[in-house]
């Protein structure tokens, strides 16, 4: 529909209709330079460490395996950056975008 400019079809059966989405998506075109404050931590333990770093986290060979990176995975808040873009907030490799979807009705 988009390709031949058609907003709307009607038939005798049924109304199809192409619209435009209520929220922009998030689209990342480069992920390698991002900002660190769009990045978060995920790390995976055992409940018996899980307890030791609740407790206290004093220098020491647990302190080094947890930020040693095993086991310990970054990922982008891909939330987060959604929002500084509505904001206004300018991320180079980031854009938000409003797609389409096909009502049939």
């Keep these: 529909m988009a390709s031949h400019e058609l907003k709307r079809l009607q038939g005798p059966l049924n109304t199809i209709t192409l619209a435009s989405n209520s929220a922009e998506s998030l689209v990342l075109d480069e992920t390698a330079h991002m900002p660190d404050t769009f990045h978060k931590v995920l790390a995976e ?8 770093i609740m407790a206290a986290l004093p220098d020491g060979l647990l302190r080094e395996r947890l930020t040693g990176g095993n086991g310990v995975r970054r990922e982008l808040d891909r939330a987060r950056l959604a929002e500084a873009l509505k904001a206004g907030v300018t991320v180079s490799g980031a854009r938000l975008v409003r797609g389409q979807h096909v009502r049939i009705g």
């Excluded at 333990?45 to 030791?52: P, S």
């Design 45 to 52: 333990v055992a409940w018996n460490e899980w307890e030791e």
